[in-house]
Protein backbone atom coordinates (compact mmCIF):
# COMPACT_ATOMS: atom_id res chain seq x y z
CA UNK A 1 0.00 0.00 0.00
CA UNK A 2 2.58 2.82 0.16
CA UNK A 3 6.83 2.57 0.32
CA UNK A 4 8.98 0.89 2.82
CA UNK A 5 10.44 3.30 5.31
CA UNK A 6 14.44 3.58 6.07
CA UNK A 7 15.15 1.65 8.54
CA UNK A 8 15.19 3.20 11.85
CA UNK A 9 13.11 5.86 10.35
CA UNK A 10 9.34 6.78 10.64
CA UNK A 11 6.86 6.76 8.22
CA UNK A 12 3.53 8.03 7.80
CA UNK A 13 1.44 5.43 5.73
CA UNK A 14 -1.58 6.86 4.25
CA UNK A 15 -4.21 4.72 2.78
CA UNK A 16 -7.31 5.90 0.48
CA UNK A 17 -10.06 4.43 1.88
CA UNK A 18 -11.63 2.95 -1.53
CA UNK A 19 -8.59 0.35 -1.61
CA UNK A 20 -9.56 -0.93 1.41
CA UNK A 21 -13.05 -2.01 -0.44
CA UNK A 22 -14.44 0.68 2.80
CA UNK A 23 -17.58 2.66 1.43
CA UNK A 24 -19.29 5.67 2.64
CA UNK A 25 -21.42 4.37 5.48
CA UNK A 26 -19.14 1.53 6.30
CA UNK A 27 -18.93 1.23 10.48
CA UNK A 28 -15.98 0.00 11.60
CA UNK A 29 -15.57 -1.55 15.16
CA UNK A 30 -11.76 -2.36 15.34
CA UNK A 31 -8.45 -2.95 12.79
CA UNK A 32 -5.97 -5.75 12.58
CA UNK A 33 -2.70 -5.37 11.24
CA UNK A 34 -0.67 -8.39 10.43
CA UNK A 35 3.17 -8.43 10.43
CA UNK A 36 4.33 -10.72 7.38
CA UNK A 37 8.34 -10.05 7.44
CA UNK A 38 11.04 -7.92 9.60
CA UNK A 39 10.36 -5.78 12.45
CA UNK A 40 8.09 -2.75 12.79
CA UNK A 41 6.55 -0.77 15.80
CA UNK A 42 3.22 0.94 15.35
CA UNK A 43 2.85 4.87 16.45
CA UNK A 44 -1.05 4.94 15.85
CA UNK A 45 -3.99 4.15 13.82
CA UNK A 46 -7.43 5.87 13.01
CA UNK A 47 -9.31 6.38 10.31
CA UNK A 48 -9.35 10.44 8.36
CA UNK A 49 -12.86 11.43 7.32
CA UNK A 50 -13.46 14.90 6.24
CA UNK A 51 -16.23 16.67 8.15
CA UNK A 52 -17.23 19.19 5.12
CA UNK A 53 -18.65 17.48 2.06
CA UNK A 54 -17.53 20.69 0.04
CA UNK A 55 -14.28 19.15 0.77
CA UNK A 56 -14.79 15.67 0.40
CA UNK A 57 -13.62 14.58 -3.12
CA UNK A 58 -15.84 11.93 -2.79
CA UNK A 59 -19.06 13.81 -2.39
CA UNK A 60 -18.23 17.03 -4.19
CA UNK A 61 -16.72 17.58 -8.05
CA UNK A 62 -15.10 21.12 -7.27
CA UNK A 63 -12.96 19.14 -4.29
CA UNK A 64 -12.29 16.27 -6.79
CA UNK A 65 -10.92 18.22 -9.67
CA UNK A 66 -9.15 20.69 -7.70
CA UNK A 67 -5.71 21.04 -9.89
CA UNK A 68 -2.63 19.46 -8.10
CA UNK A 69 -4.58 17.32 -5.95
CA UNK A 70 -2.95 14.31 -5.77
CA UNK A 71 -5.24 11.27 -6.57
CA UNK A 72 -4.96 8.22 -8.87
CA UNK A 73 -4.85 9.04 -12.34
CA UNK A 74 -4.13 5.53 -14.17
CA UNK A 75 -7.53 4.49 -14.75
CA UNK A 76 -8.97 7.64 -16.08
CA UNK A 77 -9.58 8.17 -19.61
CA UNK A 78 -6.52 10.28 -21.47
CA UNK A 79 -9.36 12.92 -22.13
CA UNK A 80 -10.44 13.17 -18.49
CA UNK A 81 -7.17 13.34 -17.62
CA UNK A 82 -6.34 16.66 -19.64
CA UNK A 83 -8.82 18.10 -18.51
CA UNK A 84 -7.98 17.43 -14.58
CA UNK A 85 -4.27 19.17 -15.41
CA UNK A 86 -5.69 22.15 -16.52
CA UNK A 87 -6.15 25.69 -14.10
CA UNK A 88 -10.04 25.84 -12.98
CA UNK A 89 -10.48 28.87 -14.96
CA UNK A 90 -8.75 27.60 -18.10
CA UNK A 91 -11.50 24.61 -18.56
CA UNK A 92 -14.30 25.49 -21.15
CA UNK A 93 -17.55 23.97 -21.04
CA UNK A 94 -16.43 20.94 -23.20
CA UNK A 95 -14.28 19.89 -20.11
CA UNK A 96 -16.51 20.49 -17.80
CA UNK A 97 -18.95 18.25 -19.13
CA UNK A 98 -15.63 15.90 -19.64
CA UNK A 99 -15.75 15.91 -15.56
CA UNK A 100 -18.84 15.79 -14.12
CA UNK A 101 -20.23 13.21 -16.25
CA UNK A 102 -16.87 11.00 -14.96
CA UNK A 103 -17.37 12.23 -11.84
CA UNK A 104 -21.00 11.25 -11.38
CA UNK A 105 -20.67 7.95 -13.04
CA UNK A 106 -16.98 6.96 -11.44
CA UNK A 107 -16.43 9.07 -8.36
CA UNK A 108 -18.96 10.11 -6.47
CA UNK A 109 -20.00 8.49 -3.26
CA UNK A 110 -23.30 9.36 -1.96
CA UNK A 111 -25.49 8.67 -5.36
CA UNK A 112 -29.17 8.76 -5.06
CA UNK A 113 -31.36 6.09 -5.83
CA UNK A 114 -31.45 7.29 -9.51
CA UNK A 115 -28.06 7.39 -9.68
CA UNK A 116 -27.57 4.29 -7.78
CA UNK A 117 -29.70 2.48 -10.13
CA UNK A 118 -28.12 3.78 -13.22
CA UNK A 119 -24.76 2.24 -11.80
CA UNK A 120 -26.27 -0.87 -10.81
CA UNK A 121 -27.33 -1.10 -14.53
CA UNK A 122 -23.84 0.03 -15.94
CA UNK A 123 -21.74 -2.11 -13.19
CA UNK A 124 -22.44 -5.96 -15.66
CA UNK A 125 -21.26 -3.66 -19.01
CA UNK A 126 -18.42 -2.41 -17.61
CA UNK A 127 -17.20 -5.63 -16.22
CA UNK A 128 -18.02 -7.09 -19.27
CA UNK A 129 -16.08 -4.84 -21.19
CA UNK A 130 -12.79 -5.11 -18.93
CA UNK A 131 -12.91 -8.86 -19.27
CA UNK A 132 -13.22 -8.31 -22.74
CA UNK A 133 -10.23 -5.93 -23.05
CA UNK A 134 -7.79 -8.35 -21.11
CA UNK A 135 -8.67 -11.26 -23.98
CA UNK A 136 -7.49 -8.86 -26.43
CA UNK A 137 -3.65 -8.59 -26.72
CA UNK A 138 -2.31 -5.13 -26.98
CA UNK A 139 1.13 -4.05 -28.81
CA UNK A 140 2.73 -0.81 -28.43
CA UNK A 141 3.01 1.35 -31.66
CA UNK A 142 4.82 4.49 -32.88
CA UNK A 143 3.15 7.76 -33.40
CA UNK A 144 4.80 11.02 -34.81
CA UNK A 145 4.68 14.48 -32.89
CA UNK A 146 2.45 17.33 -33.90
CA UNK A 147 5.80 19.35 -33.82
CA UNK A 148 9.14 17.33 -34.22
CA UNK A 149 11.98 17.97 -32.01
CA UNK A 150 14.94 19.38 -33.47
CA UNK A 151 17.88 17.51 -34.16
CA UNK A 152 21.77 19.38 -34.53
CA UNK A 153 25.06 17.83 -35.54
CA UNK A 154 26.83 17.27 -32.74
CA UNK A 155 30.35 18.63 -31.98
CA UNK A 156 32.64 16.33 -31.60
CA UNK A 157 29.50 13.79 -30.74
CA UNK A 158 28.64 15.73 -27.67
CA UNK A 159 25.28 15.89 -26.96
CA UNK A 160 25.08 19.08 -25.50
CA UNK A 161 27.63 20.91 -28.16
CA UNK A 162 24.93 21.64 -31.11
CA UNK A 163 26.44 22.29 -34.06
CA UNK A 164 24.07 22.96 -37.28
CA UNK A 165 20.30 21.88 -37.37
CA UNK A 166 19.78 18.84 -39.36
CA UNK A 167 16.29 17.65 -40.95
CA UNK A 168 15.19 14.13 -42.34
CA UNK A 169 16.77 12.95 -45.38
CA UNK A 170 18.78 10.78 -47.62
CA UNK A 171 22.32 10.00 -48.87
CA UNK A 172 22.43 12.42 -52.04
CA UNK A 173 23.43 9.44 -54.30
CA UNK A 174 19.83 8.23 -54.02
CA UNK A 175 16.96 9.94 -55.10
CA UNK A 176 15.12 12.43 -52.96
CA UNK A 177 12.66 12.18 -50.75
CA UNK A 178 9.25 12.64 -51.96
CA UNK A 179 7.77 16.29 -51.44
CA UNK A 180 5.15 16.65 -48.59
CA UNK A 181 4.24 18.78 -46.09
CA UNK A 182 5.60 17.01 -43.35
CA UNK A 183 8.86 14.43 -43.71
CA UNK A 184 7.70 11.18 -41.16
CA UNK A 185 7.93 7.75 -40.96
CA UNK A 186 5.20 7.56 -43.80
CA UNK A 187 7.16 9.47 -46.28
CA UNK A 188 10.66 7.40 -45.94
CA UNK A 189 8.03 4.17 -46.13
CA UNK A 190 6.96 5.33 -49.91
CA UNK A 191 10.33 6.34 -50.57
CA UNK A 192 11.88 2.98 -49.88
CA UNK A 193 9.56 1.27 -52.42
CA UNK A 194 9.41 3.74 -54.94
CA UNK A 195 10.43 2.74 -58.53
CA UNK A 196 13.30 5.39 -58.87
CA UNK A 197 14.72 3.95 -55.87
CA UNK A 198 16.82 1.14 -56.83
CA UNK A 199 18.26 -0.17 -53.60
CA UNK A 200 15.46 -1.67 -51.82
CA UNK A 201 14.63 -3.98 -54.89
CA UNK A 202 18.45 -4.30 -55.01
CA UNK A 203 18.48 -5.61 -52.03
CA UNK A 204 15.44 -7.90 -51.81
CA UNK A 205 16.24 -9.83 -55.02
CA UNK A 206 19.67 -10.54 -53.85
CA UNK A 207 18.30 -12.11 -50.41
CA UNK A 208 15.84 -14.01 -52.95
CA UNK A 209 18.39 -15.48 -54.81
CA UNK A 210 20.30 -16.28 -51.51
CA UNK A 211 17.77 -18.01 -50.59
CA UNK A 212 17.38 -20.31 -53.26
CA UNK A 213 21.15 -20.62 -54.57
CA UNK A 214 22.71 -20.32 -51.50
CA UNK A 215 25.16 -17.02 -51.69
CA UNK A 216 23.73 -13.73 -53.22
CA UNK A 217 24.89 -11.99 -56.37
CA UNK A 218 26.09 -10.06 -53.80
CA UNK A 219 27.83 -11.98 -50.88
CA UNK A 220 27.55 -9.46 -47.95
CA UNK A 221 23.92 -9.57 -48.12
CA UNK A 222 23.40 -7.75 -45.23
CA UNK A 223 25.87 -4.97 -46.23
CA UNK A 224 25.22 -3.12 -49.68
CA UNK A 225 27.50 -0.23 -48.28
CA UNK A 226 30.77 0.68 -49.40
CA UNK A 227 32.45 -2.38 -47.62
CA UNK A 228 30.06 -4.96 -49.60
CA UNK A 229 31.25 -7.23 -51.55
CA UNK A 230 31.17 -6.04 -55.58
CA UNK A 231 28.35 -8.14 -57.41
CA UNK A 232 29.50 -11.42 -58.80
CA UNK A 233 27.11 -10.60 -61.93
CA UNK A 234 26.19 -6.87 -61.62
CA UNK A 235 24.06 -6.77 -65.20
CA UNK A 236 22.02 -9.62 -63.71
CA UNK A 237 21.57 -8.23 -60.51
CA UNK A 238 20.23 -4.64 -62.41
CA UNK A 239 17.68 -6.16 -64.45
CA UNK A 240 16.14 -8.87 -61.08
CA UNK A 241 15.85 -5.53 -59.71
CA UNK A 242 13.97 -3.40 -62.39
CA UNK A 243 12.10 -7.01 -63.46
CA UNK A 244 11.15 -6.80 -59.71
CA UNK A 245 9.34 -3.21 -59.59
CA UNK A 246 8.15 -4.02 -63.29
CA UNK A 247 6.11 -6.79 -62.15
CA UNK A 248 4.78 -5.01 -59.33
CA UNK A 249 6.68 -6.46 -56.60
CA UNK A 250 5.47 -9.98 -57.47
CA UNK A 251 7.09 -12.27 -54.69
CA UNK A 252 5.78 -15.66 -56.14
CA UNK A 253 6.31 -14.79 -59.71
CA UNK A 254 9.96 -13.55 -58.95
CA UNK A 255 10.80 -16.89 -57.13
CA UNK A 256 8.56 -19.07 -60.06
CA UNK A 257 11.20 -17.18 -62.26
CA UNK A 258 14.37 -18.45 -60.55
CA UNK A 259 13.14 -21.79 -59.80
CA UNK A 260 12.24 -22.75 -63.36
CA UNK A 261 15.37 -20.98 -65.35
CA UNK A 262 18.19 -22.82 -66.50
CA UNK A 263 20.81 -21.79 -64.22
CA UNK A 264 18.64 -23.05 -61.16
CA UNK A 265 18.10 -26.10 -62.73
CA UNK A 266 21.10 -27.09 -63.84
CA UNK A 267 23.19 -30.29 -62.00
CA UNK A 268 24.82 -29.70 -58.66
CA UNK A 269 27.74 -32.14 -59.45
CA UNK A 270 30.80 -30.69 -60.29
CA UNK A 271 33.95 -32.04 -61.65
CA UNK A 272 37.24 -31.87 -59.67
CA UNK A 273 38.30 -29.06 -62.17
CA UNK A 274 35.86 -26.86 -61.53
CA UNK A 275 35.50 -27.15 -57.92
CA UNK A 276 39.39 -25.35 -57.81
CA UNK A 277 38.43 -23.37 -60.49
CA UNK A 278 35.33 -22.14 -58.72
CA UNK A 279 34.59 -24.08 -54.89
CA UNK A 280 31.67 -21.41 -54.02
CA UNK A 281 29.81 -21.52 -57.55
CA UNK A 282 30.28 -18.19 -58.14
CA UNK A 283 30.25 -18.27 -61.84
CA UNK A 284 26.87 -20.62 -61.59
CA UNK A 285 28.01 -23.23 -63.55
CA UNK A 286 26.18 -25.71 -61.67
CA UNK A 287 23.07 -25.87 -60.16
CA UNK A 288 23.08 -24.56 -56.09
CA UNK A 289 24.23 -26.97 -53.22
CA UNK A 290 24.47 -26.38 -49.49
CA UNK A 291 23.01 -27.94 -46.11
CA UNK A 292 19.77 -27.33 -45.10
CA UNK A 293 18.73 -24.71 -42.61
CA UNK A 294 18.36 -26.11 -38.69
CA UNK A 295 14.57 -25.29 -39.21
CA UNK A 296 14.29 -27.45 -42.76
CA UNK A 297 16.37 -30.50 -41.33
CA UNK A 298 13.96 -31.03 -38.27
CA UNK A 299 10.69 -30.03 -40.86
CA UNK A 300 12.17 -32.73 -43.36
CA UNK A 301 12.97 -35.54 -41.08
CA UNK A 302 8.99 -35.26 -39.68
CA UNK A 303 7.50 -34.57 -42.76
CA UNK A 304 9.09 -37.82 -44.81
CA UNK A 305 7.84 -39.54 -41.28
CA UNK A 306 4.65 -38.42 -41.34
CA UNK A 307 5.10 -36.51 -38.00
CA UNK A 308 4.35 -33.22 -39.26
CA UNK A 309 1.93 -31.84 -37.78
CA UNK A 310 0.66 -28.97 -40.52
CA UNK A 311 -1.84 -26.50 -38.44
CA UNK A 312 -1.25 -22.79 -39.10
CA UNK A 313 -0.67 -19.73 -36.13
CA UNK A 314 -1.28 -20.09 -32.81
CA UNK A 315 1.27 -19.82 -29.83
CA UNK A 316 5.10 -20.77 -29.87
CA UNK A 317 5.24 -24.31 -29.07
CA UNK A 318 8.18 -26.03 -26.61
CA UNK A 319 9.51 -29.33 -27.94
CA UNK A 320 12.01 -31.61 -26.69
CA UNK A 321 15.02 -29.80 -24.89
CA UNK A 322 17.44 -30.83 -21.98
CA UNK A 323 15.86 -30.19 -18.50
CA UNK A 324 17.43 -27.55 -16.60
CA UNK A 325 18.79 -25.26 -19.73
CA UNK A 326 16.60 -21.99 -18.63
CA UNK A 327 17.59 -21.86 -15.21
CA UNK A 328 20.84 -20.87 -15.87
CA UNK A 329 20.04 -17.50 -17.09
CA UNK A 330 16.33 -17.34 -16.35
CA UNK A 331 15.16 -14.93 -13.50
CA UNK A 332 13.43 -16.87 -10.74
CA UNK A 333 10.45 -14.65 -11.13
CA UNK A 334 9.93 -14.76 -15.30
CA UNK A 335 7.13 -16.83 -16.83
CA UNK A 336 10.45 -18.52 -18.58
CA UNK A 337 12.57 -19.70 -15.65
CA UNK A 338 11.99 -22.92 -15.99
CA UNK A 339 12.02 -24.93 -19.38
CA UNK A 340 7.71 -27.14 -19.52
CA UNK A 341 7.87 -28.94 -21.88
CA UNK A 342 4.46 -29.58 -24.26
CA UNK A 343 3.05 -32.62 -24.95
CA UNK A 344 0.97 -34.51 -27.56
CA UNK A 345 0.71 -32.76 -31.62
CA UNK A 346 2.57 -29.42 -30.35
CA UNK A 347 6.02 -31.57 -30.35
CA UNK A 348 5.54 -31.83 -34.05
CA UNK A 349 4.68 -28.57 -35.26
CA UNK A 350 6.62 -26.61 -37.56
CA UNK A 351 9.77 -25.02 -36.53
CA UNK A 352 8.74 -21.63 -37.41
CA UNK A 353 7.01 -21.99 -34.69
CA UNK A 354 9.11 -22.83 -31.79
CA UNK A 355 9.40 -21.13 -28.59
CA UNK A 356 12.52 -18.97 -28.69
CA UNK A 357 14.55 -17.83 -25.58
CA UNK A 358 16.86 -15.46 -26.98
CA UNK A 359 19.53 -16.10 -24.13
CA UNK A 360 19.15 -19.99 -24.46
CA UNK A 361 17.78 -21.05 -28.02
CA UNK A 362 16.46 -24.90 -28.73
CA UNK A 363 20.27 -26.13 -28.40
CA UNK A 364 19.20 -28.43 -31.34
CA UNK A 365 18.83 -25.56 -34.01
CA UNK A 366 22.26 -23.39 -32.72
CA UNK A 367 24.14 -26.86 -33.20
CA UNK A 368 23.14 -26.35 -36.89
CA UNK A 369 24.32 -23.15 -36.64
CA UNK A 370 20.59 -21.05 -35.98
CA UNK A 371 21.37 -17.91 -35.07
CA UNK A 372 20.30 -16.42 -31.30
CA UNK A 373 18.12 -13.91 -32.36
CA UNK A 374 19.89 -11.35 -30.23
CA UNK A 375 20.66 -9.28 -33.15
CA UNK A 376 19.17 -9.50 -36.90
CA UNK A 377 21.20 -11.93 -38.91
CA UNK A 378 20.96 -12.02 -43.11
CA UNK A 379 23.48 -14.22 -43.88
CA UNK A 380 23.84 -17.46 -42.15
CA UNK A 381 27.11 -19.37 -41.44
CA UNK A 382 27.24 -22.79 -42.30
CA UNK A 383 29.10 -25.47 -40.79
CA UNK A 384 30.04 -29.34 -40.67
CA UNK A 385 30.78 -30.61 -37.44
CA UNK A 386 30.90 -33.80 -35.86
CA UNK A 387 28.53 -32.53 -33.09
CA UNK A 388 25.86 -32.30 -35.87
CA UNK A 389 25.95 -35.77 -37.10
CA UNK A 390 25.99 -36.82 -33.69
CA UNK A 391 23.22 -34.85 -32.88
CA UNK A 392 21.08 -36.18 -35.90
CA UNK A 393 21.43 -39.58 -35.04
CA UNK A 394 20.88 -39.59 -31.53
CA UNK A 395 18.53 -36.12 -30.57
CA UNK A 396 15.07 -37.66 -29.48
CA UNK A 397 12.89 -35.47 -32.21
CA UNK A 398 15.29 -37.05 -35.13
CA UNK A 399 15.07 -40.67 -33.33
CA UNK A 400 11.70 -40.55 -33.21
CA UNK A 401 11.13 -39.37 -36.64
CA UNK A 402 13.23 -42.46 -37.92
CA UNK A 403 11.13 -44.81 -35.97
CA UNK A 404 7.95 -43.46 -37.95
CA UNK A 405 9.52 -43.31 -40.95
CA UNK A 406 10.73 -46.95 -40.46
CA UNK A 407 7.26 -47.88 -39.99
CA UNK A 408 5.57 -46.35 -42.84
CA UNK A 409 8.27 -48.40 -44.82
CA UNK A 410 7.02 -51.46 -43.13
CA UNK A 411 3.69 -50.39 -43.71
CA UNK A 412 3.59 -48.85 -47.11
CA UNK A 413 6.43 -49.49 -48.78
CA UNK A 414 5.46 -52.97 -49.83
CA UNK A 415 5.82 -56.75 -49.07
CA UNK A 416 9.66 -57.45 -50.07
CA UNK A 417 12.53 -55.57 -48.43
CA UNK A 418 13.61 -54.60 -51.34
CA UNK A 419 10.34 -52.82 -51.79
CA UNK A 420 10.55 -51.14 -48.36
CA UNK A 421 14.21 -50.00 -48.72
CA UNK A 422 13.55 -48.89 -52.36
CA UNK A 423 10.02 -46.70 -51.08
CA UNK A 424 12.16 -45.20 -48.16
CA UNK A 425 15.11 -44.10 -49.89
CA UNK A 426 12.70 -42.35 -52.17
CA UNK A 427 10.79 -40.37 -49.64
CA UNK A 428 14.16 -39.29 -48.99
CA UNK A 429 16.24 -38.53 -51.61
CA UNK A 430 13.22 -37.85 -54.07
CA UNK A 431 14.88 -40.75 -56.51
CA UNK A 432 15.23 -44.49 -56.54
CA UNK A 433 18.46 -46.20 -55.28
CA UNK A 434 21.12 -47.47 -57.30
CA UNK A 435 22.05 -51.17 -57.30
CA UNK A 436 25.00 -50.14 -54.94
CA UNK A 437 22.96 -48.65 -52.60
CA UNK A 438 20.33 -51.06 -52.34
CA UNK A 439 23.09 -53.33 -51.38
CA UNK A 440 24.30 -51.43 -48.75
CA UNK A 441 20.78 -50.92 -47.35
CA UNK A 442 19.95 -54.15 -47.54
CA UNK A 443 23.38 -55.69 -45.35
CA UNK A 444 22.43 -52.87 -43.04
CA UNK A 445 18.89 -54.38 -42.22
CA UNK A 446 20.27 -57.75 -42.30
CA UNK A 447 22.82 -56.81 -39.67
CA UNK A 448 20.45 -54.50 -37.44
CA UNK A 449 17.79 -57.91 -37.50
CA UNK A 450 20.46 -59.84 -36.06
CA UNK A 451 21.37 -57.57 -33.49
CA UNK A 452 17.74 -56.89 -31.91
CA UNK A 453 16.06 -60.59 -32.68
CA UNK A 454 18.98 -61.17 -30.42
CA UNK A 455 18.06 -58.57 -27.31
CA UNK A 456 14.48 -57.97 -27.39
CA UNK A 457 15.09 -55.94 -24.33
CA UNK A 458 17.50 -53.29 -26.58
CA UNK A 459 14.75 -53.41 -29.24
CA UNK A 460 11.80 -51.97 -27.42
CA UNK A 461 14.23 -49.89 -25.82
CA UNK A 462 14.91 -48.49 -29.43
CA UNK A 463 11.50 -48.07 -30.73
CA UNK A 464 10.32 -46.35 -27.16
CA UNK A 465 12.21 -42.77 -28.04
CA UNK A 466 9.76 -40.14 -27.83
CA UNK A 467 5.99 -39.60 -26.92
CA UNK A 468 4.66 -40.58 -29.86
CA UNK A 469 2.61 -44.09 -28.84
CA UNK A 470 4.83 -46.98 -29.94
CA UNK A 471 2.94 -49.66 -32.52
CA UNK A 472 1.87 -52.82 -31.15
CA UNK A 473 1.31 -54.42 -34.76
CA UNK A 474 5.15 -54.90 -35.70
CA UNK A 475 7.59 -57.21 -33.94
CA UNK A 476 9.46 -54.85 -32.04
CA UNK A 477 12.65 -56.58 -33.54
CA UNK A 478 11.93 -55.89 -36.58
CA UNK A 479 10.67 -52.08 -35.78
CA UNK A 480 14.10 -51.20 -34.04
CA UNK A 481 15.79 -52.80 -37.27
CA UNK A 482 14.04 -51.01 -39.57
CA UNK A 483 14.28 -47.48 -37.77
CA UNK A 484 17.98 -47.93 -37.55
CA UNK A 485 18.09 -47.83 -41.40
CA UNK A 486 15.73 -45.09 -41.28
CA UNK A 487 18.20 -43.38 -39.34
CA UNK A 488 20.53 -44.07 -41.37
CA UNK A 489 18.50 -42.70 -44.44
CA UNK A 490 17.80 -39.67 -42.37
CA UNK A 491 21.25 -38.78 -42.06
CA UNK A 492 22.75 -39.10 -46.10
CA UNK A 493 24.05 -36.31 -47.14
CA UNK A 494 21.54 -36.38 -49.75
CA UNK A 495 18.79 -35.79 -47.17
CA UNK A 496 20.66 -33.07 -45.06
CA UNK A 497 21.80 -30.98 -48.42
CA UNK A 498 20.03 -28.97 -51.55
CA UNK A 499 21.31 -30.80 -54.53
Known amino acids: MGKLPKPGSWMLLEVDAARLDLKPGDKLNGMAFTMFDGTAFWDRAGVLVTGDPAENPALSLRAWSKPGRHRETSQVPEEVKAALKKEADKRDAA ?7 YFLANVYADPGPELLAI ?11 EALDKEIPGTMISQELEKPRPSWLLIRGQYDKHGEPVSPGVPAVLPPLPKSEVTNRLTFAR ?21 LFGTGLVKTSEDFGTRSEWPSHPELLDWLATEFVRTGWDVKGFLRMLVTSATYRQDSRATPKLLAADPENRLLARGPRYRLDAEELRDNALCVSGLLNPKMGGRGVRPYQPAGIWEAVGFTSSNTAKYTQDHGDALYRRSLYLFWKRTAPPPSMTTLDTPSREQCRIRRERTDTPLQALLMMNDVAWFEAARHLGYRMLHEGGASDADRLRYGFRLVTARAPARNERDILEKNLDAQR ?11 KAISVGESPVPSDVPPAELAAYTMVANLLLNLDEAVTKN
Request: hydrophobic letters at 35%; charged letters at 35%; zero cysteines.
Open 95 to 101: DQQKLRE
Open 119 to 129: RQAARPIREKR
Open 191 to 211: WLVDGQNPLTARVTVNRFWQT
Open 450 to 460: AVFRGNEEAAK
